[in-house]
């Protein structure tokens, strides 16, 4: 791999408007591959993000005509070793795993071709709007490379035959497949992509953010709970959230029949 240039713009830019963080992954013309400079900046913005009240909800887009043709395989076959791929790997899930603890949302703004840890990506955001034109494939198989990571993820939100079919093919589907599989949340116009996904952003935003931090922390961990175990989370979530100045502050509101202030 060739060294990055000093003049070369940043790999990820970040944009704060109105409580809304948009990162925009900016390597165009490598499809924004999830280099280890890519990582290292993603897991730097998650981090500094996760602390920052003042952020509400995270966009996650990227520049160009592809969203996310995964990782950089000249990068890989450079690595050569098994413990040095592997130390790849576990930047990248940490990337991941970062998403779900984060306590703002993650929406994924897909306008393109999303292949590999790119579609990992869209899978591990807790939401992800698509323009029609999207496709998403998971096609290390054809190559000799089974999907495995990318698999976590959309394992996690497919149907197990739909993600298998994925996985086991290596074919592309549409983005209309995605949002019937469940891969996405919504599919519209090239041309309406940003306004539907800042839409979408702008109401989040408008939620109690200690409810929704809660509620999101506790949603990922009753997943990989038995029924009775998560009920038991759920159950104390919830008394906490009524007895939290928000859940007070949202009681009042309703029985007084007016909007909440979230102070």
């Not at 280890?36 to 160009?64: H, P, W, Y």
């Not at 071709?113 to 709007?129: K, N, R, T």
Request: glycine residues 8%.
């Amino acid at each position: 791999m060739s060294a990055v240039p000093k003049n070369a713009p940043p790999v990820l830019l970040r944009e704060d408007r109105e409580g809304i963080a948009t990162l925009t992954m900016n390597r165009p013309q490598q499809m924004n591959l999830l280099t280890r400079d890519m990582l290292t900046a993603l897991q730097d913005s998650f981090d500094e993000i996760a602390g920052n009240k003042g952020i509400r909800v995270v966009i996650l887009a990227a520049a160009g005509n592809g969203y996310c043709a995964g990782h950089d395989l000249k990068e890989i076959r450079a690595l050569e070793e098994q413990p040095k791929i592997a130390a790849l790997f576990t930047q990248c899930n940490a990337v991941m795993t970062s998403i779900p603890k984060l306590p703002q949302p993650v929406i994924a703004r897909v306008q393109g071709a999303a292949a590999a840890a790119g579609c990992q990506l869209v899978a591990q955001c807790d939401l992800a709007v698509a323009a029609e034109s999207a496709k998403f494939v998971t096609s290390g198989v054809t190559w000799g490379f089974f999907c495995s990571t990318p698999g976590v993820a959309i394992g996690r939100n497919l149907q197990r035959k739909h993600a298998m079919e994925m996985l086991l093919t290596g074919e592309p589907i549409s983005a209309q497949r995605a949002l019937e599989w469940g891969l996405v949340n919504r599919v519209v116009p090239a041309d309406q992509l940003e306004s539907e996904t800042g839409r979408l952003a702008k109401l989040l935003a408008s939620k109690p953010p200690s409810t929704v931090a809660a509620g999101k922390r506790a949603f990922y961990q009753q997943m990989d709970m038995n029924l009775a175990q998560a009920y038991a989370l759920a159950g104390q979530v919830i008394a906490s959230d009524f007895a939290h100045p928000e859940g007070k502050e949202g009681m009042s509101a309703f029985i007084e029949k007016r909007p909440p202030d979230w102070k």
